[in-house]
């Protein structure tokens, strides 16, 4: 067996091994309680987005698809949100770990819904708005019990999309991995969706 092989048996190990770990089997327990009472179309959504993750649950129990008309993503998100905000507030936190695992795989629907907007593509496929920005939004939204500028955050986010860039480009962009440049207000009438990139002098 060659090293390439051996690494990928070794990568795969670890995988099933914090797939089957306490601590996941703990928390495919908790989300199962938590989505007993959810509508079928969100059960199924959460369990497919963890699925695509090699070392979540449903990874090697994926759910059955539920036939039926076709929704967008923008819609599978609202109705998960609305069912997390009819939860208890013993819940949020478990919710909020939740939301963050499922928004950290490109196929899963909260990243899905920045499309990408380059023609050419280069080395590196990039958020212009972090993930975490808009999941940390989402959280908010749902501490506060309310999404109603939820569309408004998804079309700037929409707007701004995944762009491509070289391996220098985002090196520009190294202070500003995860965050906004200061004072970048999404709710604003003539906010910049692309201002993280154009503050370090990148241009699509």
Partial sequence: MNKMNIKKTNLSLKREQKRTSEETLEFKAKLCSL????????????KQDLAIQTDMPFYRDRPKKIKGKRI????????????FILQSEDEFTF????????????????????PRKSIIKKEIWEHAIP?????DELIEMIRKKDISELDKLLDV????????LTKEQ???LKE?????????????????????????????
């Avoid at 989505?35 to 959460?46: D, F, G, H, Q, T």
């Avoid at 993930?131 to 999941?135: E, F």
């Fill in 95 to 114: 919710i909020v770990g939740l939301l963050r695992r499922l928004s950290v795989n490109q196929n899963q629907i909260i990243r899905k819904l920045a």
């Fill in 72 to 83: 967008s993503y923008r819609d599978y998100l609202k109705q998960i949100l609305n069912f």
């Fill in 157 to 164: 986010y929409e707007l701004a999309g995944q762009r491509s």
């Fill in 176 to 204: 500003f991995k995860t965050s906004m440049p200061k004072g970048w207000d999404w709710r604003a009438n003539d906010v910049n969706p692309l201002e993280r990139h154009h503050i370090v002098g990148i241009y699509h």
């Fill in 35 to 46: 989505l007993e009472n959810a509508p079928p179309i969100v059960s199924y959504r959460i």
């Fill in 170 to 172: 985002d090196f520009k």
């Fill in 131 to 135: 993930v975490k920005i808009i999941v």
